[in-house]
């Protein structure tokens, strides 16, 4: 045991962390550091997170790969080399693992073991676990490192389970990979995982049918090998990119994309013609979401959001040649205000004649038949139907958990009518425990590899800081809570955001509250909410305390 350590008899270890994601990787790493007793349970049979699980045909991560890394390590960020300048998730865990063997985090971590429950002790503050193997755990701090998009979602269709054919969801993909040459195989959904999967079988299965409810805004991610002299040059400016990233820009990227490095500032109203369609040339021809780095008006005003959405829309229709299908397939809602979609050779895939669009956009799906779906009075039989519909986002993963704060109170109870956290860190209730990338956070936007490395180190000193002032518990008041779902609602009215259906705001689920479930005001205030709850000691917004009374 360390000075900072907390650690009692009474505990096994200071702080457990669930989720062995990039955010459960960089807890390990940091607390131990601080001198924290530390153990980190998987329910996985390997590190990597949310790559681990996702591991559908075509996925790639939709950020660069060099942007998309952990920065906390300069050992690592100059060893490890990406090879794709979009990384797929194998080399995403392979890069997961390498992490972990190079900063040593294996011997704190625990995989194969999913946490059941946690429950806090009121007298003693200590909350106790239990793994689905049984196993008995107790810490005085809890990290929830369980990701925002964990809980695959499934719309409840009549019939879902008379299909005789194979079902697969893209978030539980078989790691061994599915035959589907020679199937009649039906995607229903078009997001960013659905996108992926079509372009990418439509070329290997017998027949293809796309049930397609919303058009999104699909963009070329124009993913190659890594160039070798744009990864040193990366490598050799790293610290000013990320400070840059964190400090300055609304979202947390300044998209690197090999040259674009300068945050664009000032409205698109204010901007020539000329001038807009030379900055959106640029981007188009850098690909991948490089569009979220234009004019930042494009978030807030409609008449600048639509010149770039009327851009983009021309960009989609100048692919399709059938102008019925294009219709269909050009999105018609403010840009950016759902996750712009990176795919490659999407729109060309309607082109093959194994390929059929089934568009739902006046009648949805009626049931799910022992041979394939019906919409109306066709029938289309199917071999195998892929699920590519998505997660109930931010609040799906511990609400499914049996976590028991004060007077029993669970995650289930807590968010029912709203997401309820403040500072997306901590909720009232559930005295230490922290959650990364949590609703109320700015995660659902932004980077939540970045934002919740940034989450970690305040964690980090926050624990640090009840130890040196003798103190063990904190949690935040519920005033503090509601003050905070305030900021939310007032920052995602302020955009134009709740003018689209999406995850962001949880209208993917029904009955799903769409209350703080996320800070949509920027990466930098963000911070200095964060900061600003440090300066002062935490005191105001947090209860501290000691437990139990007196001492441990
Ligand atoms: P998304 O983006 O939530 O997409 C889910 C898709 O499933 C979307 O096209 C939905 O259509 C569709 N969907 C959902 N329910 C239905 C029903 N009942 N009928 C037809 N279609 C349906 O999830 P993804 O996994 O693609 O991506 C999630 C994030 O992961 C993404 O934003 C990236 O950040 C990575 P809808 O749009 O609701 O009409």
């Not at 959405?309 to 840009?335: N, S």
């Not at 895939?349 to 799910?368: A, F, M, S, T």
């Not at 689920?509 to 005001?521: D, N």
């Amino acid at each position: 045991m360390t000075e900072s350590s907390s650690k009692t008899a009474n505990t096994d270890y200071d702080v457990i962390i669930v989720g062995a994601g990039f955010g459960g990787l960089t807890a390990v790493h940091r607390m131990r550091e601080l001198g924290f007793s530390v153990r980190l349970f998987e329910a996985g049979t390997d590190v990597g997170g949310t790559w681990y699980w996702n591991q559908y045909p075509g996925l790639k991560v939709d950020v660069e790969s060099v942007e998309y890394s952990l920065s906390f390590s300069y050992v690592i960020e100059q060893e490890w080399s990406w090879s794709e300048r979009y990384a797929g998730p194998q080399e995403l865990c392979r890069y997961a693992n390498f992490v972990a063997d190079r900063l040593d985090l294996r011997r704190d971590i625990q995989l194969d073991t999913r946490i059941d429950s946690a429950e806090f002790d009121e007298d003693s503050g200590i909350w106790a676990l239990t793994s689905n193997s049984g196993e008995k755990l107790r810490s005085r701090f809890v990290m929830m490192c369980t990701g925002m998009l964990n809980q695959p979602i499934k719309p409840q269709f009549k019939g879902l389970d008379s299909f005789e054919g194979k079902q697969y969801h893209s978030a539980r993909w078989p790691k061994e990979g599915v035959d589907l040459s020679d199937q009649r195989v039906g995607v229903i959904g078009t997001g960013s995982s659905g996108v992926q999967i079509i372009s990418t079988i439509a070329s290997e299965v017998k027949h293809l049918h796309v049930f397609h409810r919303t058009p999104g805004y699909c963009l070329p991610l124009r993913n190659c090998k890594m160039p070798e002299e744009y990864s040193k040059r990366v490598k050799a400016n790293y610290g000013e990119w990320r400070a840059a990233e964190r400090y300055n820009s609304f979202g947390g990227w300044v998209a690197l994309n090999y040259q674009i490095g300068e945050l664009v500032t000032g409205s698109a109203l204010d901007a020539t013609p000329e001038e807009q369609q030379a900055l959106f040339d640029e981007r188009w021809k850098s690909g991948g979401l490089s569009f979220y780095n234009v004019y930042p008006d494009v978030y807030t005003d409609l008449e600048a959001n639509a010149v770039l959405g009327k851009y983009l829309q021309a960009k989609i229709r100048e692919r399709i040649k059938d102008p019925k299908l294009a219709e269909i397939l050009t999105p018609t809602y403010p840009v950016l205000t759902k996750r712009l979609i990176a795919e490659t050779n999407y729109y060309e895939v309607y082109e093959q004649d194994n390929v059929e669009l089934v568009d739902l956009r006046e009648q949805g799906i009626d049931e799910i038949t022992p041979k394939g779906v019906r919409v109306g009075d066709t029938e289309y039989e199917l071999d195998c139907l892929v699920f590519a519909t998505g997660f109930d986002a931010m609040t799906g993963s511990l609400k499914a958990m049996d976590v028991r704060g004060r007077n029993g109170l669970t995650f289930a109870e807590h968010w029912d009518d709203g997401a309820r956290t403040h500072m997306g860190l901590m909720s009232a209730g559930f005295p230490n425990l922290f959650i990364i990338n949590a609703a109320g956070s700015p995660a659902p936007l932004f980077q939540p590899i970045i934002l919740g490395q940034e989450q970690v180190q305040w964690v980090g000193r926050l624990l640090t800081q009840l130890a040196e002032r003798e103190l063990n518990c904190i949690e935040p008041s519920a005033e503090a809570e509601d003050n905070w779902g305030g900021l939310c609602e007032e920052s995602v009215a302020a955009t134009l955001f709740p003018l689209t259906d999406s995850w962001y705001l949880g209208n993917n689920v029904p009955g799903k509250s769409r209350t703080g479930l996320a800070y949509f005001g920027g990466m930098a205030s963000y911070r200095q909410a964060m900061t600003d709850a440090e300066v002062c000691g935490y005191d105001g917004d947090f209860m501290l305390s000691t437990l139990p009374k007196g001492g441990n």
